[in-house]
């Protein structure tokens, strides 16, 4: 189960994780992320992933489809490898 805590400022919107980015769930953020009215394209985003318990290759593709300049990656000492994982995957458009 994964659990996605939105909260908006001007500047950024974070997306705190909680659970499991892992299929179907990862499958179906991939499926609807560049379809969400999340953000203004001024905005940052910034995905807090300290709360994260597991991800898989989905989940990396997710968050490196999801990435774009200014956006953050925020782990913890569990989650640290992610960001490894992430940068060598992201596609940038």
Not at 6 to 19: I, K, N, P, S
Not at 35 to 48: G, I
């Amino acid at each position: 189960m994964l659990l996605i805590t939105v909260e908006a400022c001007e500047a950024a919107v974070t997306l705190r994780f909680d659970g499991r980015l892992v299929v179907p769930e990862a499958r179906d953020l991939v499926r609807n992320w560049r379809t969400a009215p999340l953000r203004r394209p001024d905005q940052a985003v910034v995905f807090d992933l300290t709360a994260l318990a597991s991800y898989d290759e989905t989940g990396v593709e997710f968050l490196a489809l999801a990435l774009r300049p200014g956006d953050r990656l925020v782990t913890s000492p569990a989650t640290e490898a992610i960001v490894a994982a992430v940068r060598g995957r992201t596609v940038t458009t």
